[in-house]
């Protein structure tokens, strides 16, 4: 109960501040939200329309909103059309619908195929062992709080 009263106390503050300042703090209603559940929109994305086809075929594959499909398949679409070289990489795959969404933008969009590498530890990634990864490795990672010496 005392969590909800000092949050309230917040809010009612944070309010108050930005009223002052001439702004008002509003909800935004669910319709006008950029992370939807369903995936065919127009918000006025450049190649929206070509991506709103392939993310309904990826949709249940991925967790990742509307919003951020749609501008990974611009960016796809930009690296081929300004020529950039090179392979896609996803880490932390999932199901893989993001990467199926890079494959198919890269199909459309461009001249040759690329080698699409993807990664994912399917559980924690496991600290660093200071007989296979090294000192320098274990070092690094202790300056962040994650090295555990366990050899």
């Given at each position: 109960?005392r969590i909800k009263s000092?949050?309230?106390?917040?809010?009612?503050?944070?309010?108050?501040?930005?009223?002052?300042?001439?702004?008002?703090i509003k909800p935004v209603?669910?319709?006008?939200?950029?992370?939807?559940?369903?995936?065919?929109?127009?918000?006025?994305?450049?190649?929206?329309?070509?991506?709103?086809?392939?993310?309904?075929?990826?949709?249940?594959?991925?967790?990742?909103?509307?919003?951020?499909?749609?501008?990974?398949?611009?960016?796809?679409?930009?690296?081929?059309?300004?020529?950039?070289?090179?392979?896609?990489?996803?880490?932390?795959?999932?199901?893989?619908?993001?990467?199926?969404?890079?494959?198919?933008?890269n199909l459309r969009n461009?001249?040759?195929?690329?080698?699409?590498?993807?990664?994912?530890?399917?559980?924690?990634?496991?600290?660093?062992?200071?007989?296979?990864?090294?000192?320098?490795?274990?070092?690094?990672?202790?300056?962040?709080?994650?090295?555990?010496?366990?050899?």
């Open positions: 109960m000092i949050r309230r106390t917040l809010l009612s503050g944070d309010r108050w501040i930005h009223a002052k300042l001439g702004y008002a209603p669910a319709k006008t939200s950029f992370y939807r559940t369903d995936y065919d929109h127009s918000l006025g994305f450049r190649f929206e329309k070509e991506a709103n086809e392939y993310i309904k075929q990826v949709r249940n594959n991925t967790m990742l909103p509307y919003i951020r499909l749609v501008t990974l398949y611009q960016q796809v679409v930009h690296c081929e059309q300004s020529g950039v070289s090179g392979s896609f990489v996803e880490c932390g795959v999932w199901k893989g619908g993001s990467v199926g969404l890079m494959a198919l933008a461009g001249t040759a195929r690329r080698h699409i590498h993807l990664f994912d530890a399917f559980d924690d990634i496991c600290e660093p062992d200071r007989v296979l990864d090294g000192d320098a490795v274990v070092k690094e990672c202790g300056k962040s709080g994650r090295a555990a010496d366990r050899r």
